[in-house]
Structure formats: structure tokens, C-alpha cells
């Protein structure tokens, strides 16, 4: 199935550069938006600030068939002062461009929402988010839906797990690194995904009909952050878990296989690394 033309809001964040990296052949069929260019990013580039160019921004929805949303404030940013309640604003002004351009609308969330849940995290069970930024990612998930239907625009929100490279544990690896490690002697445990996993599986999720309103995007099981960083050779010390700490964060993905597969690989620790270094390169 051919790829479909595609226009991805906020393709100058980490996510956008993993998915330029990966979608590269695409050429036309992939229309790359940011409120700049990066320098030296190759493809096609429309250059917008979704919530105030209008009339830019229809112009680029026009003739595509899905928008991935990957647009929002993150932790990070928010620590800086960037508004959390523009990961809403921004999920919105995606769904009103696929209500006048017929496009349907992909929205990227995020595991936060869960909050500290014990077991298997289905996508019907109820949010708990325990931060801001988590709150934030359930209200936009809530308040998209809830628009995407009064406007009838096909919208789902993925909750998106640990990403190898753009985690606090690979990406946020130092010299000294300290991880948190039980009296049993196990790390926090935590759905993952690879870099190349990541773009291939989105690459058919926007092919598939009949996406539900939310979807968990991970490989299956989980990964412990401890094996994770031997796995790519970065020493690290560990330290008594501290309170708050969430052992495990298992992201169902039964309803994910719906529309893609995995291979026993795709959760090793070594293949995550492997496409974290391919990603980086």
C-alpha cells in the first residue's frame, strides 16, 4: 500500500527528526511543518506557526489524507515556561485543518496519562496522570475527541512509550549517571520502542482504516533500565529507589497488533540501542 500524503505539524521536535530520518524516500508524499526550517532538513517544508498562519495552514493540509500532530509543549520546555495548555491548542487547530481538508488526525500523547498504575495499561482504563504534563496530555485527549466529533473529524491520540535515544536514560546519559535500583535488585521496568520500530509502525498506522479514538504505541513487554544501559556499554551506579518512583509502566499493545506486528527483536534491549546508534548517525 502506497504511502499516504502526509503532513506532520511539529517535525522540528525529536519525533520529527526520527521520523525525517527513517521516511527520507518519501519525497512529496510527506509534507514536513515547522515555524522554521531547520538547516540543511531535506523534503518538502511548509514554514507556519499552526495557531496564528490560518490561512498557511490550510493550504498545507490541502490534499492530505492524514495529520500526524507531533506539535506540544514538553516537560522540559514547560520547565522553561512554555505553556502546557498549548499541547490543547495545538492538538486543535490539527483537528480543525482535518475538518476542512477531510484529512484524519493523529495526535501525539503520551504514557504520563497512566500515572502511577500498577499492571498491564489498557487503553480503557481511566487517566490518572500524576504531572502536569501528563494532565495536560489527558485534557487534550479528552477535549480532541470531543471536537473531533462535533466537527467530524476521524481522531486518534497515541500514547507513545519510551523511546530508545529520546529517553531520560539513554538520551539523558552522562558520565556518573546514577539509576534507581529496588531492594530486590531490579530498575524500573518500561515500555519501549526503537527508533526505526517507531517510524515503520507509524508508516502503517496511517495506511489503516478504523484506527480507535486511542491507541498505545510501544513494543510489546517491557524493558529494565538497568539492562538497557549495559546493553549500550554506559556505566552507571545505582542508588536506593526513591519514593515516588514508578517500577513498572507496561503499555498494553493487544489492540495495536490490530494494525501492525512485531518481532521478538523489536523489545530486546540490544535493538534498541542498535536503532538508537542508527537514528544518531
Known sequence: MPFPALLVLGA????????????????????????????GAEGDWAVFDPLRDIAAAASAARDRAAILCLAGVTHAQAARGADLADNLRLAEAAIRLG??????VLLASSAAVYGNRPGLLEEDRPSAPQSA????????????????ARLGVAVTSLRIGNIAGL??????WRPGFELDRFADGSTPRR??????????????????????????LAAPGTVEMGALLDAAGLAWTPRPAQDGTIPEVHLATARLA???SFDAADSLPQTLVRQWRESSA
Not at 133 to 148: D, N, V
Open 258 to 260: 490490530a494494525f501492525t
Open 99 to 104: 475538518a476542512v481538508s477531510g484529512a484524519r
Open 167 to 172: 529517553d531520560a536514560i539513554l538520551g539523558g
Open 191 to 216: 515500555s519501549y520502542i526503537g527508533p526505526a520500530t517507531l517510524a515503520r509502525v507509524l508508516a502503517e498506522l496511517m495506511q489503516a482504516p478504523g484506527l480507535p479514538p486511542v491507541l498505545n
Open 133 to 148: 504534563y501528563g494532565a495536560a496530555k489527558a485534557r487534550m485527549e479528552a477535549q480532541g475527541a470531543e471536537l473531533g
Open 12 to 39: 522540528t521536535g525529536r519525533i520529527g527528526r526520527v521520523l525525517r530520518h527513517f521516511w527520507a524516500g518519501q519525497g512529496d508524499r510527506v509534507l514536513w511543518q515547522g515555524r522554521s526550517r531547520p538547516p
